[in-house]
């Protein structure tokens, strides 16, 4: 039987500790500070980031270098004949299309993945994945099932602060003002692997309220029927994260509801604060 390797980067929420025991490569992602350069669980801790980011730092995120991936890569095949990677989504990140351009040197035993993901349903993606190879589906036949599932998933999140979207050109600087005056906390989705408005309220409660209602609506309508995953995500602020896990689990009681660390490079762009949810269909 052919031998698969799933492999990941730390966009999909995975810490390295949970890839180490479930036997997933996992690439740790850049990030920059004030000009100096990262990776995300490396010298710079999840706190202290946060801590650099609320004093005003300037921050940024980046691909991995190709010599990384082309170095990791050529590891794994050591003890493997194909190699799966599921990078974020390519509405996202270039890093999606540079790993596809990188593999078409291995002769198909590197597939990349693009199923339109990032945060709380990659991390979905990846588990289905492993699932997938153990039940004894080849790594080209995982690669188009989870392509083909892309659109299964959808995410919703809502920022405590407009200055880094600002920043990001995400909204104007005029509008960041106002929005901060009157308490506005835009809610964002992700779906289709593209970031987009998605409502504007008053207040995180409403906000909350918002993407709980979104999910739900999803999983009533888009997704009736179908077995679901469901996982809530905070940037910075554990106990405001494990405060939200409770909120959903309240509206989900029928699920189990798994509470994950945004990845430093998505909250580069939201800020400390956020909060966020996915709902992903799952085997």
């Keep these: 039987?052919?031998?698969?390797?799933?492999?990941?980067?730390?966009?999909?929420?995975?810490?390295?500790?949970?890839?180490?025991?479930?036997?997933?490569?996992?690439?740790?992602?850049?990030?920059?500070?004030?000009?100096?350069?990262?990776?995300?669980?490396?010298?710079?801790p999840y706190e202290e980031f946060f801590c650099k980011l609320d004093s005003g730092a300037e921050v940024s995120t980046s691909q991995p270098s190709p010599g990384l991936l082309l170095e990791m890569w050529v590891e794994i095949l050591k003890s493997h004949d194909r190699v799966l990677y599921l990078p974020m989504s390519s509405g996202l990140s270039g890093t999606c299309e540079t790993a596809k351009a990188l593999?078409?040197?291995?002769?198909?035993?590197?597939?990349?993945?693009?199923?339109?993901?990032?945060?709380?349903?990659?991390y979905s993606a990846v588990f289905n994945a492993l699932k997938l190879s153990k039940s004894g589906m080849t790594a080209a036949q995982i690669a188009e099932k989870l392509e083909n599932d892309g659109s299964r998933q959808s995410?919703?999140?809502?920022?405590?602060?407009?200055?880094?979207?600002?920043?990001?050109?995400?909204v104007t600087a005029a509008g960041a003002a106002i929005g901060t005056l009157l308490g506005i906390k835009p809610v964002l989705q992700i779906q289709g692997g593209k970031l987009d408005a998605f409502k504007k309220v008053r207040g995180m409660k409403s906000a909350m309220?918002?993407?709980?209602?979104?999910?739900?609506?999803?999983?009533?309508?888009?997704?009736?029927?179908?077995?679901?995953?469901?996982?809530?995500?905070?940037?910075?602020?554990?106990?405001?994260?494990?405060?939200?896990?409770a909120e959903v689990t309240k509206r989900f009681p029928d699920l189990e509801i798994g509470l994950d660390a945004l990845p430093i490079s998505i909250s580069c762009h939201v800020g400390g604060g956020a909060l966020g949810i996915g709902l992903s269909v799952i085997e």
Aim: without cysteine; aromatic residues 8%.
């Design 1 to 44: 039987m052919e031998k698969t390797a799933i492999m990941t980067d730390t966009n999909s929420g995975i810490t390295p500790q949970v890839a180490e025991n479930n036997g997933i490569f996992l690439l740790k992602m850049p990030f920059t500070v004030d000009g100096a350069e990262y990776t995300e669980y490396g010298e710079l």
């Design 103 to 122: 593999a078409a040197d291995f002769d198909g035993k590197v597939i990349v993945i693009d199923n339109k993901r990032i945060s709380v349903t990659l």
């Design 155 to 170: 995410v919703y999140v809502s920022v405590n602060t407009l200055e880094h979207l600002k920043k990001s050109g995400r």
């Design 209 to 245: 309220d918002a993407m709980l209602d979104a999910i739900e609506n999803d999983r009533k309508t888009r997704f009736d029927g179908e077995k679901v995953q469901i996982r809530a995500a905070y940037s910075g602020d554990l106990e405001a994260g494990k405060e939200w896990q």
